[in-house]
Nanobody, 123 residues
C-alpha cells in the first residue's frame, strides 16, 4: 500500500513563497511520476505540476508556470513544490499524487493521493 502525506501549507501574503513537501512510503516511489494538484471549495481539482521518474522532466499548468517549481528527491521518497510570487487565486488545498501515466495532467491518471495541505494567500 502506498501512502502519501503532504506538509508545508499555511497562510502567506500575496507575493510570498511557500514550499510544500510530499513524503511517500514504499520502495516503489522512484519508478513513478508524481504530480501536484489543487482544489478550492466547490471547484474541480486542477492540475498544477508533474515530474517524471526517469528523466526528471517537468510540466506545469499555465497559471503557475514561472512561479512554481516541482522537484523530487528519490533517496528521501519526497516530492516538493516550491511556490513563489503567490497570488490569492492560488488559495486551495494542494494534493500530491502518484501517476500511472507519463506526464499526465488529468486526475484520472493518478492512483494514490495524499490528504492535502491547505494553502491560503491573502491579498
Amino acid at each position: 500500500q502506498v501512502q502519501l502525506e503532504e506538509s508545508g501549507g499555511g497562510l502567506v501574503q500575496a507575493g510570498g513563497s511557500l514550499r510544500l513537501s510530499c513524503a511517500a512510503s514504499g520502495r516503489t516511489f522512484a519508478i513513478y511520476a508524481m504530480g501536484w494538484f489543487r482544489q478550492a471549495p466547490g471547484k474541480e481539482r486542477e492540475f498544477v505540476a508533474t515530474i517524471s521518474w526517469s528523466s526528471g522532466r517537468t510540466s506545469y499548468a499555465d497559471s503557475v508556470k514561472g512561479r512554481f517549481t516541482i522537484s523530487r528527491d528519490n533517496a528521501r521518497n519526497t516530492v516538493y513544490l516550491q511556490m513563489n510570487s503567490l497570488r490569492p487565486e492560488d488559495t486551495a488545498v494542494y494534493y500530491c499524487a502518484r501517476s500511472v501515466a507519463t506526464m499526465s495532467t488529468t486526475p484520472r491518471n493518478y492512483d494514490y493521493w495524499g490528504q492535502g495541505t491547505q494553502v491560503t494567500v491573502s491579498s
